[in-house]
Every structure is written in structure tokens, then in C-alpha cells.
């Protein structure tokens, strides 16, 4: 089992920036890939961006690309997300999870947090 808990998410004028926080727990070993997701309601959750822990290769989806950056401490079981020039459309729950593999699936991904809510106003 590997637990998740999110932080850091709040209410942010457009084009202010976050810092979202994954803290891990449990067997975290088992699972070397962290991956942040995000659903606005109504919508499908959606790839953000992923890591992996052991080699620190990333994938990013297009619509964050040179505004989000993702990050891991491993010696704090931390991932972070990096979150600048923020947009309305980025208005979302994010949510932090744990997998295998680098991909932008989310059933690929095992465990999840409970996620944090971003808000964006115009």
C-alpha cells in the first residue's frame, strides 16, 4: 500500500503561480512513478504531468508546458508541482498518484491522494 496525501492548493489570481506537495507513506518502493492528475467538474480527469523517482525522466502534458514543473525529493518522499502563469482553465481538483510506469493513463496508476483544489479567478 502506498499513501498519498496533497497539499498547497488555494484560490490564485490568473497568473499567479502554486506550489502543489505529494507527500508518500507506506510502501513506496513498490511504486517509483508519481503522477499529478486534475478533474474540473464535469470533465474527465486529465494527465498533468509524471515522474519517475529512480531516473527523474518526466512527461508533461502540452497545455502545461513551460508553466508547470514537476519535481521529487526522494529523501523526503515528496513530489511537487510547480505551477506558474496560472490559468482560469486550470481551475481543478488535483490529485497526486503513484505508479509503475511514466504514463499519462490514469488507470495505469494504482494509488491516489484525495486531492487539493485549485481555483483560478479571471
Known amino acids: 500500500q502506498v499513501q498519498l496525501v496533497e497539499s498547497g492548493g488555494g484560490l490564485v489570481q490568473a497568473g499567479g503561480s502554486l506550489r502543489l506537495s505529494c507527500a508518500a507513506s507506506g510502501r513506496t518502493f513498490t511504486r517509483l512513478v508519481r503522477g499529478w492528475f486534475r478533474q474540473a467538474p464535469g470533465k474527465e480527469r486529465e494527465f498533468v504531468a509524471a515522474i519517475s523517482l529512480s531516473s527523474g525522466s518526466v512527461s508533461q502534458a502540452d497545455s502545461v508546458k513551460g508553466r508547470f514543473t514537476i519535481s521529487r525529493d526522494n529523501a523526503k518522499n515528496m513530489v511537487y508541482l510547480q505551477m506558474n502563469s496560472l490559468k482560469p482553465e486550470d481551475t481543478a481538483v488535483y490529485y497526486c498518484?503513484?505508479?509503475?510506469?511514466?504514463?499519462?493513463?490514469?488507470?495505469?496508476?494504482?494509488?491516489w491522494g484525495q486531492g487539493t483544489q485549485v481555483t483560478v479567478s479571471s
Open positions: 498518484a503513484a505508479g509503475t510506469l511514466v504514463v499519462v493513463t490514469p488507470g495505469e496508476y494504482d494509488y
